[in-house]
């Protein structure tokens, strides 16, 4: 009887140690971790919330931030900004840990704001008015506003889009006129640029309008090979977009 005590007390030792080891690791995990933003970089931050659609993240992500690869430029910080700082769940599930908190953090200079796409852009992430004032102030200062696929609604509800020529996700654009009649949408196009915004069609081709930011900032040469690294085909000249003159 003895020896069966000792051994159920053994386990039950055994267990609150796990545990106690569980729960320490797991907030040596959750530490959070600020980005390194390199001075003398632009600071490209990507707006995220749950819902998030992976390509429209992912793409011009991976594209901004292998320009630290190339000699020359002035580089790309890249960093996510959302609502909280609890991991958001992006559409396809993937966990991701958010870099700042734009509601309560004291946020770095974003001299390029990215919007992606996210499941609820033309319903609930609409009616966010945090959020909305959000990518409002930091439009503002910007130098550049990308928004890819649905993004481009989160910008037209900012009211950034009234004078600018925009497009969207391709079977959205019929909703996107008729939520906003009064801009002037385009379609059979992969992305605008109009001012300092860019508005793509999202999915893969989220890529081209990255890439082509690249192009306009870095030159056709460093683009080529930032588009190499990546094992992309990289031609402007062969993709559908429209580029609109700078108004005097």
């Not at 971790?33 to 992912?58: K, Q």
């Not at 030159?219 to 977009?241: C, F, M, N, S, Y």
Request: with cysteine; glycine share 4%; hydrophobic share 45%.
């Amino acid at each position: 009887m003895r020896q069966t005590l000792f051994y159920l007390g053994c386990f039950v030792l055994l267990i609150c140690s796990c545990s106690t080891t569980q729960k320490q690791t797991s907030q040596a995990v959750t530490e959070r971790l600020l980005p390194e933003l390199v001075s003398g970089r632009y600071n490209v931050a990507f707006l995220i919330m749950d819902g998030v659609y992976n390509t429209e993240l992912t793409a011009p992500y991976d594209i901004f931030q292998h320009t630290i690869f190339r000699e020359g430029i002035k580089a790309m910080n890249v960093f996510t900004v959302a609502n909280t700082l609890q991991p958001i769940t992006t559409f396809e599930g993937l966990r991701l840990l958010p870099d700042y908190d734009y509601l309560t953090d004291s946020l770095p200079k974003i001299d390029i704001l990215v919007v992606p796409s996210a499941e609820h852009h033309l319903d609930s992430d609409l009616e966010d008015e945090a959020m909305i004032r959000f990518v409002q102030r930091a439009a503002a200062e910007a130098q550049f506003v990308t928004s890819h696929c649905d993004g481009a609604f989160v910008l037209a509800k900012a009211g950034l889009l009234e004078s600018i020529v925009s497009t969207t996700f391709p079977s959205d654009v019929a909703a996107f006129r008729k939520m906003f009649p009064q801009l002037d949408v385009r379609e059979n196009v992969l992305f605008v640029h109009d001012d300092k915004y860019i508005t793509s069609a999202g999915g893969a081709k989220s890529f081209e309008a990255a890439l082509y930011l690249c192009q306009y900032l870095y030159g056709k040469a460093v683009t080529k090979r930032l588009a190499q690294g990546l094992v992309i085909d990289w031609d402007l000249e062969q993709v559908p977009h429209l580029v609109i003159p700078q108004r005097k």
